[in-house]
């Protein structure tokens, strides 16, 4: 089949592979990037999985706690530059989201829309008013209410561009500040192996078998190759299972039992995630941040 040039680039700026590559892919694939940039993987010529088809978005992640930290919230307002994510109006309207949304508790984006503030007018009206001020769209994205009744919630805003929420029992305030900092920086899947489902491991299982065998080693060696690389894959993306950011040498989970601590739950959001290709390197912040403590 013919492979359009936009397709060929998209793959290549999803996967980093080359050129070549990925025409080739995209014509085994029938032109289905997903399963090209699987394929890719399969043969080891994806260097890295990067997010595509984003488009421009600004805005502001905030997170709310609760008196007596019970509950926590997060939600994220996006606009169209960031020139006006720093804006003064911007950025107490976004704190009103926050409080009106831990105050009033609603459960969709448009209801909290129809929610009355202190000033008798309703969000959506809010919001139209500020449009009209700035000069420029202003959209409430989501946002995710957490609760605890046995533990409680932290939480860690980096640069209003990454918010995270932490439910957890026992530990002190300070662990579950460090773990939802960790959270941040590392971005877990899951909290631990039971929660990644069976259909992402056979996803990577079969890649890991897949490069295993293009090894040319033997069934028993490929065999083990691949229990080794799930193994890791877990590891990577579990947050019990992997490295403290602040302590590379002690693994979560040994953290949290030394400190007679659960975690319960976590949320993460990160700025315009899935809509905006972006190249801040948010790792490499949080943990310079972590170290200057």
């Known amino acids: 089949m013919s492979v359009s040039a936009s397709l060929v680039k998209e793959l290549r700026n999803r996967t980093g592979a080359g050129m070549m590559d990925c025409k080739s892919a995209l014509v085994d694939s029938d032109g289905d990037v997903d399963k090209a940039a699987e394929l890719l993987r399969m043969k080891g010529a ?17 997170q709310r706690i609760s008196d007596g930290r019970k509950k926590g919230v997060l939600v994220e307002v996006n606009c169209e530059t960031d020139f006006v994510a720093r804006d003064l109006s911007f950025r107490e309207f976004v704190s009103l989201i926050a409080d009106q949304i831990l105050a009033q508790v609603p459960t969709t984006v448009n209801e909290l829309s129809q929610l009355q503030t202190n000033s008798g007018e309703t969000v959506e009206e809010a919001r139209s008013s500020l449009v009209a001020r700035i000069g420029e769209n202003v959209s409430i994205r989501r946002f995710k209410m957490i609760e605890s009744e046995d533990g409680h919630i932290s939480s860690y805003v980096h640069s209003d561009k990454i918010g995270v929420l932490v439910s957890m029992r026992g530990g002190t305030e300070a662990l579950a500040h460090d773990i939802a900092m960790h959270v941040a920086a ?57 490295s403290f950011i602040k ?22 959001f990160e700025l315009a995630e899935g809509l905006e290709k972006r190249n801040d390197d948010f790792v490499s912040e949080v943990l310079a941040q972590a170290d200057a403590r």
């Open 46 to 62: 994806a260097s890295a999985e990067k997010k595509a088809g984003r488009i421009a978005a600004e805005g502001i992640v905030c």
């Open 186 to 242: 590392s971005n877990p899947q899951a909290i631990d192996e039971s929660q990644i489902s069976t259909e992402i491991l056979e996803r990577e299982k079969a890649i890991f078998q897949s490069q295993a065998e293009g090894s040319g080693k033997p069934p028993e060696i490929v065999e083990r190759i691949v229990v080794g690389k799930l193994k890791k894959f877990l590891e990577d993306n579990t947050l019990l299972g992997q």
């Open 247 to 268: 302590d590379p040498e002690v693994i979560v989970e040994d953290l949290l039992k030394s400190e007679d601590a659960v975690v319960r739950e976590t949320v993460r």
